[in-house]
DNA sequence: ATCAAATGAATCTATGTTGATTCATTTGAT
DNA sequence: ATCAAATGAATCAACATAGATTCATTTGAT
């Protein structure tokens, strides 16, 4: 796959920062992520702007996760692992959308919109994995998307919190998403 | 059981509004509930007091509910059934603490330092059904744990985005956390 | 040693917010 | 109709913050 252009690690931390703290001050936030509040002012200037651009990110990056994971085509189980490591890839913009995004707020920017695709994209997925037989059919496939979604957000937070190993990440989500808890 | 006093309507309405717009002002969040700021004053007189007040009604409602689980003794898979009701049964306030609560930071109240006890209460319940032989040994508990609060903070908001029906939460979250989305 | 670029401390105006209060209005019971 | 309780609109002083700027300092390449 065409390896994308890594994102600023300053505003990876930030997002972070704004993901502990939703209500830093920008001051706070340059604290957290050890810079002036200067420049951060010069990495974007507005609260809204780090913000646009953070989703706008999220969106550039995501666009090729998703076309490389093939979800119309590949293998439902091939592509299903390749949808979760493009999330986990991008970790960081993942948590900061899911945490952040609303889908239902009435004004929202093009990069906002795109994710509203995103999710439809999901459930497309999803809906396919189950008429070939791969999936479940007692539990919808918007139910899939959300649960994928809560899963890898739970299992980053996890990882930053110490909780989980950063090497058991994908392996965990793989088996607890397709076979659950409960001993075979 | 015993059936626990309600938690007054206005909170749970407060802590939803937080929930969805973290750095709302208090008269922003008055509004989002309908009442005036006047009014949101006269329930908790600071922002701090209400965040603290609804810890320490998460941490009633739940010190009850994971009672009523019998998490150490109850079969497990009773338990685990109990556990996620009580989680549903408290929806708001579990999904305000899960928003909100950062096991890491250095300064907690007692309340928030209940909902450690309570997090090393569910390892410990996920430790136990593993060597009991119902929960797979090859995930561990503290990811367990995290899961299983994961997928039930994606399933309460979906909920309320209207992406899953009320009725089916808690068939889909026990189906999905014991035996997952593959079809068997 | 030099120097351009990057960064940070300090500062500013304008605005928003907090916490609190007061008095008018509404509500609901009688 | 009456009235106590509840509620809301408006207001206030004190303080915080946003966005922007400037000049000093640091950094890193040469």
Redesign the interface.
């Known amino acids: 796959m065409i390896k994308s252009e890594a994102t600023d690690p300053l505003l990876l931390a930030v997002a972070m920062a704004m993901v502990?703290n939703?209500?830093a001050s920008l001051q706070e936030l340059a604290k957290a992520v050890g810079v002036s509040k200067a420049t951060l002012y010069r990495m974007c200037p507005t609260r809204d702007k780090i913000i646009e651009r953070l989703f706008s990110e999220s969106v550039r990056q995501f666009d090729l996760a998703i076309a490389a994971a093939e979800l119309e085509t590949a293998p439902v189980l091939q592509a299903f692992r390749a949808l979760i490591e493009g999330h986990l890839c991008h970790k960081e913009l993942f948590v900061f959308v899911s945490n952040t995004w609303?889908?239902?707020l009435l004004e929202t920017s093009d990069s906002e919109h795109r994710w509203v695709e995103f999710e439809a994209i999901f459930d497309k997925f999803?809906l396919r994995g189950q008429q070939e037989?791969?999936?479940?059919?007692?539990?919808?496939a918007?139910?899939?998307?959300?649960?994928m979604?809560?899963?890898l957000?739970?299992?980053v937070?996890?990882e930053r919190?110490g909780?989980?190993a950063p090497r058991?990440m994908l392996d965990?989500m793989e088996?607890?998403?397709?076979?659950?808890?409960?001993?075979?």
């Open positions: 502990d939703p209500r609303e889908p239902q999803f037989g791969f999936f479940r059919v007692d539990i919808s918007a139910a899939l998307s959300e649960l979604i809560g899963m957000s739970a299992l937070n996890s919190s909780r989980i058991d965990t088996k607890m998403f397709l076979t659950g808890a409960q001993r075979l």
